[in-house]
């Protein structure tokens, strides 16, 4: 019997095993299809509902991927500490807004000053911590076994959580952490609603439409600023000099260095970029979800790496298309599901796709290496 | 130009140049041959900066290029179309072929370089928008050759250019190393092929498990008994 053919018994032995689970535990996490079909006929409207849900969140998902799958492409590894630099984003941003006073006053002019300031010092933040990680926790390990590399990225999300919730106990710096320690979640305000309010308009967009649907200034903030970014990154990966260094330095990384690209400083842009998208996915989300929490890097972290190996992890496109799925999968369970098992159905989702099409929807199949 | 001395390579505890010393002319096809893993790429990364040496120098004119970190050596003049080609595989043809160009910054010389290029290899312009990695082995190995031309450099290191090559394709390559040699383009060429090698070049060396055992000018190693029996398959 052939390598290859004893590998999809393995592969469809596990597929079934995955299933049978899924199966067995379907009912429990709210897998009951005559159910979805009958809340779905019930209220269709609220399939659009989810979808927008699903559209905004997989956008946040997306721009976190992006560091996952820019770092992957290039060195190799799985940033295991991604999802944190996104968490120390989100905590950055709340205690800009709540240093500059943002968070008190009530004029929107302040308010839009104060969000500017807080998505600049988040994305330098995101981007200056995630270099700083790389240079001290990977570039050392660059040329050991990549289980080195991984093991210092687990090591390095330790550090971020626990600085995380040694922040959220600071309430000197944001007075609405109140005294019951950094374990417990936090309130991020709901500026954008603030905004809305001072301007006597509702948060919802569709508000006196007479459509029964919420579409919020917050969705349409979440996508505009996800599509500029992923616009303006394609751009940049494709057309500058520094895009073109990147792309050839994932490629072949020898070749590279014979060419004279600076492959260091390649890295550390790599690493500064996906960090400051972080960074800007820290204050988005805060905005959106209104929560802030230590632990909030996990699930982010866990669906976005999985959004970028659903798309084809190194790909940009397909860690855009990945997240918009994951997003959609993940309101979709939330919504007609069971919120509690979202985390478990992302997880198959993982485990299905690098067990059947480890190079993803948009990955490369053949002359990935030459 | 380009000279080492006492050059010693390792990996790890493997000691793969013990003392090389060469040097390579203005102007000047100098061969380096020799059988496999006898350190012949080992020599070419190493000039290249990619390897360090543990001692010895590799100068160019004057320039200590040992000293150099890998991304600076290009910028000096020292090109290579390596061994295994390298090429970008998701990159068009003419985004490698820029990519050659990388270290330059003038524009009007790297578009003459571009059309100098593909008249040599005029299959590569047919290809242009075509992604490298679909690429057949001979036009694989242009693009190597034409995107180290790109960075229009001093010396041209080629890593054995008629690996895998269909005998008509290799006549080409060698035709076109000859072509480039005399647009002026010093070239250290490595071969396993030493017969075709020694054919085209001025000079050359014989390496052996990591040390020069022999080097002359081409037409006296073409006939030296050593050569003959151990390279070009003379009984
Ligand atoms: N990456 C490596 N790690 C360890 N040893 C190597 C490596 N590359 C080459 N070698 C060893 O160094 C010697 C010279 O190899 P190389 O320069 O590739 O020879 P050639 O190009 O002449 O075939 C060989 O003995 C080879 O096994
Ligand atoms: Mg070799």
């Given at each position: 019997?052939?390598?290859?053919?004893?590998?999809?018994?393995?592969?469809?032995?596990?597929?079934?095993?995955?299933?049978?689970?899924?199966?067995?535990?379907?009912?429990?996490?709210?897998?009951?299809?005559?159910?979805?079909?009958?809340?779905?006929?019930?209220?269709?409207?609220?399939?659009?509902?989810?979808?927008?849900?699903?559209?905004?969140n997989?956008?946040?998902?997306?721009?976190?991927?992006?560091?996952?799958?820019m770092?992957?492409?290039?060195?190799?590894?799985?940033?295991?500490?991604?999802?944190?630099?996104?968490?120390?984003?989100?905590?950055?941003?709340?205690?800009?807004?709540?240093l500059?006073?943002?968070?008190?006053?009530?004029?929107?002019?302040?308010?839009?000053?104060?969000?500017?300031?807080?998505?600049?010092?988040?994305?330098?933040?995101?981007?200056?911590?995630?270099?700083?990680?790389?240079?001290?926790?990977?570039?050392?390990?660059?040329?050991?076994s990549r289980?080195?590399?991984?093991?210092?990225?687990?090591?390095?999300?330790?550090?971020?959580?626990?600085?995380?919730?040694?922040?959220?106990?600071?309430?000197?710096?944001?007075?609405?952490?109140?005294?019951?320690?950094?374990?417990?979640?936090?309130?991020?305000?709901?500026?954008?609603?603030?905004?809305?309010?001072?301007?006597?308009?509702?948060?919802?967009?569709?508000a006196?439409?007479?459509?029964?649907?919420?579409?919020?200034?917050?969705?349409?903030?979440?996508m505009?600023?996800?599509?500029?970014?992923?616009?303006?990154?394609?751009?940049?990966?494709q057309?500058?000099?520094?895009?073109?260094?990147?792309?050839?330095?994932?490629?072949?990384?020898?070749?590279?260095?014979?060419?004279?690209?600076?492959?260091?400083?390649?890295?550390s842009?790599?690493?500064?970029?996906?960090?400051?998208?972080?960074?800007?996915?820290?204050?988005?989300?805060?905005?959106?979800?209104?929560?802030?929490?230590w632990?909030?890097?996990?699930?982010?972290?866990?669906?976005?790496?999985?959004?970028a190996?659903?798309?084809g992890?190194?790909?940009?496109?397909?860690?855009?298309?990945?997240?918009?799925?994951?997003?959609?999968?993940?309101?979709?369970?939330?919504?007609?599901?069971n919120?509690?098992?979202?985390?478990?159905?992302?997880?198959?989702?993982?485990?299905?796709?690098?067990?059947?099409?480890?190079?993803?929807l948009?990955?490369?199949?053949?002359?990935?290496?030459? | 130009m380009?000279?080492?001395?006492?050059?010693?390579?390792?990996?790890?505890?493997?000691?793969?140049?013990?003392?090389?010393?060469?040097?390579?002319?203005?102007?000047?096809i100098?061969?380096?041959?020799?059988?496999?893993?006898a350190?012949?790429?080992?020599?070419?990364?190493?000039?290249?900066?990619?390897?360090?040496?543990?001692?010895?120098?590799?100068?160019?004119?004057?320039?200590?290029?040992?000293?150099?970190?890998?991304h600076?050596?290009?910028?000096?003049?020292?090109?290579?179309?390596?061994?295994?080609?390298?090429?970008?595989p998701?990159?068009?043809?003419?985004?490698?072929l820029?990519?050659?160009?990388?270290?330059?910054?003038?524009?009007?010389?790297?578009?003459?370089?571009?059309?100098?290029?593909?008249?040599?290899?005029?299959?590569?312009?047919?290809?242009?928008?075509?992604?490298?990695?679909?690429?057949?082995?001979?036009?694989?190995?242009m693009?190597?050759?034409?995107?180290?031309l790109?960075?229009?450099?001093?010396?041209?290191?080629?890593?054995?250019?008629?690996?895998?090559?269909?005998?008509?394709?290799?006549?080409?390559?060698?035709?076109?190393?000859?072509?480039?040699?005399?647009?002026?383009?010093?070239?250290?060429?490595?071969?396993?092929?030493?017969?075709?090698?020694?054919?085209?070049?001025?000079?050359?060396?014989?390496?052996?498990?990591?040390?020069?055992?022999?080097?002359?000018?081409?037409?006296?190693?073409?006939?030296?008994?050593?050569?003959?029996k151990?390279?070009?398959?003379?009984?």
């Amino acid at each position: 019997m052939g390598k290859a053919s004893k590998l999809n018994i393995r592969r469809i032995v596990i597929a079934a095993l995955v299933l049978y689970i899924v199966l067995l535990l379907g009912p429990i996490a709210g897998f009951d299809i005559p159910n979805i079909a009958a809340a779905i006929q019930a209220n269709p409207l609220q399939l659009v509902q989810f979808l927008i849900i699903g559209l905004a969140n997989g956008a946040i998902i997306a721009i976190i991927g992006l560091g996952y799958t820019m770092v992957y492409g290039i060195i190799e590894l799985v940033n295991f500490a991604h999802g944190d630099v996104y968490m120390i984003g989100v905590f950055t941003s709340l205690t800009v807004l709540s240093l500059t006073g943002t968070l008190d006053t009530d004029s929107p002019g302040k308010i839009i000053l104060g969000l500017i300031l807080a998505l600049v010092i988040a994305i330098a933040v995101g981007a200056g911590l995630n270099a700083t990680v790389e240079r001290v926790a990977y570039r050392r390990l660059r040329n050991s076994s990549r289980l080195a590399a991984l093991i210092s990225a687990i090591g390095v999300s330790f550090i971020l959580e626990n600085t995380g919730l040694i922040w959220a106990a600071q309430s000197w710096l944001v007075p609405s952490f109140g005294t019951t320690g950094g374990a417990s979640q936090k309130v991020f305000p709901d500026l954008l609603g603030k905004i809305m309010a001072a301007y006597g308009l509702d948060v919802n967009l569709l508000a006196n439409t007479g459509i029964a649907l919420r579409f919020t200034i917050k969705d349409l903030m979440v996508m505009v600023l996800a599509g500029a970014m992923m616009l303006a990154l394609r751009l940049f990966v494709q057309n500058t000099k520094m895009g073109k260094a990147m792309r050839a330095t994932a490629q072949n990384r020898d070749a590279a260095k014979m060419l004279g690209i600076d492959i260091d400083w390649v890295i550390s842009t790599t690493f500064l970029i996906g960090g400051g998208l972080a960074g800007a996915a820290g204050l988005m989300a805060g905005l959106y979800n209104n929560t802030a929490w230590w632990f909030m890097g996990f699930r982010a972290g866990l669906q976005s790496f999985t959004a970028a190996v659903l798309g084809g992890i190194g790909n940009i496109t397909g860690a855009m298309l990945g997240g918009i799925l994951i997003g959609l999968l993940a309101s979709f369970s939330d919504g007609y599901l069971n919120a509690r098992w979202t985390n478990a159905w992302v997880f198959a989702t993982l485990v299905l796709i690098l067990l059947f099409r480890p190079s993803g929807l948009l990955g490369e199949q053949v002359g990935e290496k030459a | 130009m380009l000279e080492l001395t006492d050059v010693h390579t390792y990996y790890g505890n493997i000691h793969a140049l013990k003392g090389i010393s060469l040097k390579v002319d203005d102007g000047e096809i100098v061969t380096l041959i020799g059988s496999n893993g006898a350190g012949k790429t080992t020599t070419l990364r190493t000039i290249q900066g990619l390897l360090r040496p543990r001692s010895g120098s590799i100068k160019l004119d004057d320039l200590e290029l040992h000293k150099l970190p890998s991304h600076q050596v290009a910028a000096k003049g020292i090109a290579q179309s390596p061994e295994g080609r390298m090429i970008f595989p998701r990159m068009s043809v003419l985004e490698n072929l820029e990519m050659g160009a990388y270290a330059r910054t003038d524009k009007d010389g790297i578009q003459q370089d571009l059309e100098r290029v593909f008249g040599l290899f005029p299959r590569l312009k047919e290809r242009i928008k075509q992604k490298g990695g679909t690429l057949s082995g001979g036009e694989q190995q242009m693009l190597a050759m034409g995107r180290a031309l790109m960075a229009r450099p001093r010396i041209l290191l080629l890593d054995e250019p008629s690996m895998g090559l269909s005998p008509i394709l290799v006549d080409l390559i060698f035709d076109t190393i000859v072509a480039i040699n005399k647009e002026g383009t010093t070239i250290l060429l490595v071969e396993q092929n030493a017969l075709m090698a020694l054919s085209i070049a001025h000079r050359g060396y014989v390496i052996q498990t990591g040390e020069i055992i022999l080097t002359d000018n081409a037409a006296k190693l073409q006939e030296n008994e050593m050569v003959q029996k151990s390279y070009l398959g003379v009984e």
